[in-house]
């Protein structure tokens, strides 16, 4: 019998896509990675935010060997079925190269696995033709949060159980 996206790790060349604890080391590279990538360019700092909100958010990471954390993503649990996809980061020295994508299908599987098949995302408008690839369709007009503008975007999975 196969491995399922439902395992701790899923495995893929080096890479090492997997469930991080709150609170945890890995949830503190985790908060480095996404004070780097997402608010010191903004002249923001996480660490102003009350975190403990997180505490019930499900956590995710990319490790190169095992090891470094290279992209990091948070889905949040909402009504039954569907959760939205929150503070996705990728190491600048990997944009590029397909770690946000492989982060985000990993993801995805696992999540499906759940049961979640509705998500949804407040995509960065200079981000959301990355999103409009995986399959995420554009809701709304657009807003501005934390400073830039966004777009709401939404995808809707197929069951596992299809052909």
């Given at each position: 019998m196969g491995h399922t996206a439902s395992l701790r790790t899923?495995?893929?060349?080096?890479?090492?896509?997997?469930?991080?604890?709150?609170?945890?080391?890995?949830y503190k590279q985790t908060c480095?990675?996404?004070?780097?990538?997402?608010?010191?360019?903004?002249?923001?700092?996480?660490y102003s935010e009350d975190l403990a909100l997180e505490k019930e958010q499900w956590h995710f990471?990319?490790?190169?060997n095992g090891t470094e954390l290279i992209a990091c993503v948070?889905?949040?649990?909402?009504?039954?079925?569907?959760?939205?996809?929150?503070?996705?980061?990728?190491?600048?020295?990997?944009e590029g190269k397909g770690i946000g994508r492989r982060m985000l299908l990993s993801l995805e599987a696992l999540l499906a696995e759940r049961g979640?098949?509705?998500?949804?995302?407040?995509?960065?408008?200079?981000?959301?033709?990355?999103?409009?690839?995986l399959g995420?369709?554009?809701?709304?007009?657009?807003?501005?949060?934390v400073g830039i503008p966004h777009i709401r975007m939404e995808k809707q999975q197929q069951s596992l159980n299809k052909p």
């Open positions: 899923i495995q893929a060349d080096a890479l090492d896509f997997r469930s991080i604890v709150f609170g945890s080391d890995e480095e990675l996404r004070n780097e990538v997402l608010r010191l360019p903004l002249g923001m700092n996480l990471g990319l490790f190169d948070i889905a949040v649990p909402q009504a039954s079925g569907q959760a939205k996809l929150r503070q996705m980061a990728v190491k600048a020295r990997h979640v098949m509705q998500l949804s995302l407040h995509a960065r408008i200079s981000a959301a033709g990355f999103y409009e690839k995420y369709v554009r809701s709304g007009e657009p807003f501005v949060e």
